[in-house]
Each structure stands twice: as C-alpha cells, then as structure tokens.
C-alpha cells in the first residue's frame, strides 16, 4: 500500500510539474559561475526537477547501502552466528524443541507439580 501511495504522488508532482512548466514557455536567461545563456523556462524547470529526484534518489540508495552494511556487521556479532545461517531460525527451533519436552513432561501444563487439584 505504500508504495501506491508513493507512485500516486509522484504522479501528482509530475503533473503539477509539468503543468507549471507548459504555462512558463518563456525564455530566460540563466546565469551560471562564469557564463550566462538563454534557454526556454521549460527546460530549466524539467533539468531542475530531473536533476533535484537523482540528488535525492542517490541519497537513499547510499542510505540503503550504508544501512545493509551496518546490518551484516551486527548480523555477524550475533552469537552462534556464522555465514548463511538464519539466526533466528535456529534459535526459534531450539525454544520449541525444548518448551516441547517440556510439555510432554508435564501431565498439567502450566501446574506446578506440587499443586494437587484433590486437597
């Protein structure tokens, strides 16, 4: 469901973006450091929006990398840990092995085996 909501508001942004950028077909005058140039307003609000989402869009792929990173260092101080095991697998199968026998063990699961239903 988030990512619908995520690619309807992109839609709307391009929309609006594109809407803004049709009605400005004027052209301006763009200064740069050491150079000045004209180009159609359009353009510069389509290279502005372009150039703005790949910033952004390549801030969270090294966000996401950085963050995969960090999980496979933490994910290998873990212990009994060793590489291309599920952690929690195993540490899961071996609660339910033992909670298990446990139960078999006892006649009245969840009784202390001192309690006596009859005194």
Known sequence: ?????TLAGALVFFVITAIFA????????????FTKTTAP?????V???VLGGLMVGS???????KLQKKIRILEQ????????????????KQN????????ASDPLPGSNKNDSFLE
Do not use: A, C
């Open 1 to 5: 469901m988030k990512v619908q909501w």
């Open 22 to 33: 049709v009605i400005n077909m004027d052209p301006v005058q763009v200064n740069f450091l």
């Open 41 to 45: 307003l359009i353009l510069v609000i």
């Open 47 to 49: 290279f502005s929006t």
């Open 59 to 65: 801030y969270g792929i090294y966000r996401q990398y």
């Open 77 to 92: 101080q873990l212990p009994g840990s060793y590489p291309g095991k599920d952690k929690n697998e195993h540490h899961t």
């Open 96 to 103: 339910i092995s033992s909670r298990s026998k446990e139960i």
